[in-house]
């Protein structure tokens, strides 16, 4: 069973930085196109970035792009995003995502609980 354990959220003033783990179990982290979404209160939950299997390729959302980066360590079974240049509407809970298949923006099969990352201004 493949199992997502998001960390690294917290509370931060605009313009500052967070970086987001993700640790993936249960599977061959390198078999998984991974993904991070997010949700804030009363939105839907939108794509935010992807990353292809050996770190190679990846995608952003625009709203994120130049600020936000993605990378992975399959070593260590674990996905990042570092977001710099935090601003308030970055605000939101972040979950990470894994699927076999090249989905980008489609469905994945397996998610995180999500963690809280939250930007004052």
């Known amino acids: 069973q493949v199992q997502l354990v998001e960390s690294g959220g917290g509370l931060v003033q605009a313009g500052g930085s967070l970086r987001l783990s993700c640790a993936l179990s249960g599977g061959t982290f390198s078999r998984y196109f991974m993904g991070w979404f997010r949700q804030a209160p009363g939105k839907e939950r939108e794509f935010v970035a992807a990353?292809?299997?050996?770190?190679?390729?990846?995608y952003y959302a625009d709203s994120v792009k130049g600020r936000f980066t993605i990378s992975r360590d399959n070593a260590k079974n674990t996905v990042y995003l570092q977001m710099n240049s935090l601003k308030p509407e970055d605000t939101a809970v972040y979950y990470c995502?894994?699927?076999?298949?090249?989905?980008?923006?489609?469905?994945?099969?397996?998610w995180g609980q999500g963690t809280q990352v939250t930007v004052s201004s």
């Open positions: 995502a894994a699927d076999q298949q090249r989905v980008v923006l489609g469905k994945y099969d397996y």
């Open positions: 990353i292809d299997y050996s770190g190679s390729r990846t």
